[in-house]
């Protein structure tokens, strides 16, 4: 069994928004597998279906970007879902717009969402999709940034990144992540 996680936060101010990336690439990813995210519990808006043989878990978490370990450790305690079998997507303020970087494991590099799953999953080392959004110009507060609307411009390099991350979390259902990595990182 396959958990992806997509980090977020909840409810209409914060759609298209910078932060909640992870949401729009589940939401993709959703539309792609053909699994509807019908469920609520643990805290998030889940579903679940059957890909290559593989039961496959979608989550956004509902409790808000600080606190996704809340969502997202339950979930896995229920399903009995070991840590390699879990891919986290989000925002990543030290890639460049649009480009995707995997990884295995990291510091969270001040994003709470990740700060908030390294405390509840006990360690950091968790498959991750880190999706470029660059860092604020002019002096604009990195919270008004990330929960700031994506541009036109920025447009247009946000959907080859969401196209991207959701061929490599299709990839990873398939085949072992390092695997993905070297395909996607290349």
Avoid at 74 to 86: A, K
Avoid at 129 to 139: A, E, L
């Amino acid at each position: 069994m396959k958990l992806i996680v997509g980090l977020g936060n909840p409810g209409k101010a914060y759609e298209q928004t910078r932060h909640n990336i992870g949401f729009m690439i589940i939401d993709e990813l959703a539309e792609h597998l053909n699994i509807r995210l019908d469920k609520t519990k643990f805290n998030g808006l889940y579903g679940q279906g059957i890909v290559n043989g593989e039961k496959v878990i979608l989550l956004k978490p509902l409790t808000y970007m600080n606190l996704s370990g809340e969502s997202v450790r339950p979930l896995m305690d229920y399903y009995n879902i070991d840590v390699e079998n879990l891919l986290v997507i989000y925002d990543d303020l030290d890639l460049p717009q649009g480009k995707i970087r995997l990884r295995t494991k990291g510091s969270a590099g001040g994003h709470n969402g990740i700060k908030s799953l390294n405390q509840h999953l006990g360690t950091q080392e968790f498959n991750r999709i880190r999706v470029g959004i660059s860092r604020p110009q002019n002096g604009m507060k990195v919270v008004d940034y990330v929960l700031g609307r994506f541009s036109n411009e920025e447009m247009v390099l946000l959907k080859e990144a969401i196209h991207k991350s959701v061929a490599a979390s299709n990839e990873w259902i398939k085949r072992p992540f390092l695997e993905v990595m070297n395909v996607y990182n290349g």
